[in-house]
């Protein structure tokens, strides 16, 4: 069974950082890229973040570039996200999740190129 677990959600003031964590199990990690997403309330699910399967190649949402930055570790199976310089705008719930097998980092556009979504965590930034 694929799990996907984050962490490292909380309420932060404007211009704090946070830093999210996600541990994946039940898949064979080096086979998928992977990525961050967030949804606001009333809002729909966005792109944050990306990583190819060897992590040496990364895409960010213009909103959030030069502030957030994705890394993962083969070796403990975890993708995150270190997101420095928050806004009030920030706010959301963040969703890490697991690319298609074996699928072209640059392919991953949208939520319906991932198989497989964590439970999310909340961030919440204060002015």
């Known amino acids: 069974q694929v799990q996907l677990v984050e962490s490292g959600g909380g309420l932060v003031q404007a211009g704090g950082s946070l830093r999210l964590s996600c541990v994946a199990s039940g898949l064979s990690f080096g086979t998928r890229a992977m990525g961050w997403f967030r949804q606001a309330p009333g809002k729909e699910r966005e792109f944050v973040a990306r990583i190819s399967r060897s992590g040496d190649t990364t895409s960010y949402a213009d909103s959030v570039k030069g502030r957030f930055t994705i890394s993962r570790d083969i070796t403990k199976n975890t993708v995150s996200l270190q997101m420095n310089s928050l806004k009030p705008e920030d706010t959301a719930v963040y969703y890490c999740?697991?690319?298609?097998?074996?699928?072209?980092?640059?392919?991953?556009?949208?939520?319906?190129?991932?198989?497989?979504w964590g439970q999310g965590t909340q961030v919440t930034v204060s002015s």
């Open positions: 999740a697991a690319g298609k097998f074996l699928a072209n980092y640059a392919s991953l556009y949208g939520t319906q190129d991932y198989d497989y």
